[in-house]
């Protein structure tokens, strides 16, 4: 009889052991992080540069800045000040039509969405117990990303002088997040991961919408590579990386060509314990966060995690490069359309597409909706011009804003797989230009100032990215592989016009004229 009591009691001391350390290493933990106090950090002295490994300086703050905002001598100014960007624009704004939303309705709609999470957080910090002297989030007319979704018109994403660019980049690089969580595609592929693919789901990315304190959203997308690394020559383009430093890099292009129809874009060293695991509320994505070896916070994507374990991405030791895209306003406000292109690769390790192979794929291409509009021809050949620039051979889709039909700009999103190989110049990605034979007269005066001395693409690119914080975005050899491409777009226009004459190739207006026969004079 004593020996089963001693058993007892052994067995109620192992459990007694067992509880205090699940208490002290795991829900503890837990509760502390959800009570402590959030405070931003009051520098960024152990920030990275590229690698969890490599330290870099503490980043500079910059102030908000207009367009061509440089000094005396400033290219970029002298840019923005040439008449090209001051003409006005065709077709004129004539009224509410030519707006992308309806601002009463607008508001009223984001009021809704306020209250809702509102409520949804009140209910989530009842069912943790916790308590917030927080007040209730509210909806302020003036804040940067509402004024950025009223301002979308015909034009663009925004207009040339608009003040609002520079305050939404200014906010979405300080202002503190108050929800972490993954995209809506991220979320439709938890689960349902298939190692066997070739092109992995676009999970591998680890792409996170993060809400800051005025209530607007941003799409982070986290460092995966160094600055002067290349993709290796023997990686298809749908398995390269996504670089941070793409998407902020495209922004400023597009802003220069004066396309304006990439979402404004901002580098931002992340804290990746308070800006994200302390924000949210998805169980899934708390649960990827690890300290790894080296004492950095890591996370990764849970469905790739369970196919490759080098997915994972860390802070240094919580630190963590990324670019943040604002968000367009939501689908319920504004649909957008979304269209495969008409050069789409094939997306295998063997076989072509018909543009690949087929000298006269142009000619078909104009005999199907919606391609047949010129006005959306023009558009492509823009936006293959723009993908060329910047090396991005991942352009399968684009999408345009219902409202402004076919003759609509299209929306250059997801750039990150540009700027991977500045040693290599992709003509493929030039097929519309030099399969149609077809450009805007406003596009091409635009590269032709471009390619001028006093204009210099890669000085007037160099000078803009300064204003990022997390300068050098582009390391020099990209910078001047933009001036290398810029010539080799000019003479793919040139040569056209000797083929088809400069009436035929050179389009007046937005929309322009019918194309002429792609197959050689």
């Excluded at 350390?21 to 950090?41: I, M, N, Q, S, T």
């Excluded at 330290?55 to 001598?73: C, K, L, S, T, Y």
């Excluded at 793409?246 to 802003?255: G, K, Q, V």
């Excluded at 402004?404 to 997801?414: Q, S």
Aim: hydrophobic residues 35%; contains cysteine.
């Amino acid at each position: 009889m004593p020996g089963l009591r001693r058993d007892r009691l052994r067995t109620l001391l192992l459990l007694g052991v067992l509880l205090a350390a699940d208490l002290y290493f795991h829900l503890g933990p837990r509760v502390r992080r959800r009570l402590r106090p959030r405070e931003r950090p009051p520098g960024c002295p152990c920030a990275r540069r590229a690698t969890p490994s490599a330290p870099r300086p503490a980043a500079r703050h910059v102030p908000p800045a207009e367009p061509g905002g440089g000094g005396p001598g400033s290219k970029l100014r002298a840019l923005f000040a040439h008449p090209l960007y001051n003409e006005p624009e065709e077709p004129p704004l004539l009224g509410p039509e030519d707006s992308l939303l309806a601002g009463p309705e607008a508001l009223r709609y984001y009021r809704r969405k306020v209250a809702r999470w509102n409520r949804r957080h009140k209910i989530y910090k009842e069912q943790l117990n916790l308590t917030s002297l927080d007040p209730p989030l509210q909806l302020r007319l003036e804040t940067s990303w509402i004024q950025f979704h009223l301002g979308i018109s015909r034009h663009g994403l925004y207009s040339r002088s608009s003040p609002v660019v520079s305050k939404l980049l200014h906010d979405m690089r300080h202002l503190p997040t108050i929800s972490a969580d993954y995209s809506q595609d991220e979320k439709a592929l938890l689960g349902a991961c298939d190692c066997t693919q070739i092109v992995k789901p676009s999970g591998v990315h680890l792409k996170l919408v993060l809400r800051f304190s005025d209530f607007g959203k941003a799409m982070f997308k986290p460092m995966r590579q160094l600055r002067d690394e290349e993709t290796p020559e023997d990686f298809f383009y749908f398995i390269d990386f996504q670089r941070h430093n793409a998407e902020i890099a495209a922004f400023h292009l597009d802003r220069i060509l004066d396309f304006r129809r990439v979402p404004p874009t901002v580098g931002r060293l992340v804290n990746v314990t308070k800006d994200i695991l302390e924000v949210t509320k998805n169980e899934i994505l708390q649960s990827v966060f690890f300290i790894s070896p080296a004492s950095n916070v890591c996370f990764f994507a849970k469905c790739p995690y369970l196919c490759k374990t080098e997915y994972a991405v860390c802070g240094n030791p919580h630190l963590l490069e990324g670019s943040l895209s604002a968000f367009l306003p939501s689908l319920n406000l504004a649909p957008r359309l979304s269209v495969p292109s008409p050069w789409i690769r094939s997306y295998s390790l063997e076989g072509k597409e018909e543009w690949e192979v087929n000298p006269l794929y142009c000619d078909t291409v104009k005999q199907v909706y919606p391609h047949s509009s010129s006005g959306r021809l023009l558009n492509i050949i823009d936006m293959a011009i723009f993908d060329f620039l910047t090396g991005n051979m991942d352009r399968h889709h684009y999408e345009t804003f219902t409202k402004f039909g076919d003759d609509g700009f299209l929306i250059h999103l997801d750039n990150a797989r540009g700027f991977g190989r500045h040693s290599r110049d992709e003509l493929s990605i030039l097929s519309p230009l030099s399969q149609c034979c077809r450009i805007k007269r406003k596009t091409l005066s635009h590269l032709q100032l471009l390619a001028q001395a006093d204009y210099r693409l890669s000085d007037v690119m160099r000078e803009s990215l300064l204003e990022d914080q997390l300068t050098p975005v582009l390391t020099e050899p990209h910078l001047l592989a933009l001036d290398r491409r810029l010539q080799t777009v000019l003479r793919t226009v040139q040569g056209c016009i000797e083929a088809h004459g400069e009436h035929s190739v050179v389009a007046n207006g937005p929309t322009g004229q019918s194309a002429p026969d792609s197959g050689p004079s």
